[in-house]
């Protein structure tokens, strides 16, 4: 069953973030992330949350792989350049058993 990142994103210093994101892509392409969108073009139509900057989905083999890739020395190195320029909300979804 594949696994599936969604991360909203405020960003908050652009400037800093280019830290997060030369070392984020590294981190998630060891575990064969896939992304299938990313960008600030979209429409948030419900929720409580502020609007984010920029939304992201990352498709990973497994649910399984994509919680490592979370929980892995780089990803979490380069998450660390992220935390005091830019606000997120990451989870991580179960992909729907394959249908035959």
Not at 14 to 28: C, G, V
Not at 38 to 58: I, K, N
Request: aromatic residues 12%; glycine residues 4%.
């Amino acid at each position: 069953m594949k696994g599936y990142w969604i991360a909203h994103v405020q960003v908050n210093d652009a400037d800093a973030y280019q830290n997060y994101l030369a070392k984020a892509p590294a981190a998630l392409a060891a575990y064969g992330a896939k992304m299938l969108s990313r960008g600030e073009d979209f429409t948030m139509l419900e929720g409580d949350q502020p609007t984010p900057t920029r939304a992201v989905v990352f498709e990973f083999e497994s649910y399984e792989t994509a919680l490592a890739c979370y929980h892995s020395d780089a990803y979490q190195a380069a998450r660390a350049n992220r935390l005091d320029c830019a606000n997120a909300t990451i989870l991580i979804l179960k992909g729907l058993p394959s249908q035959s």
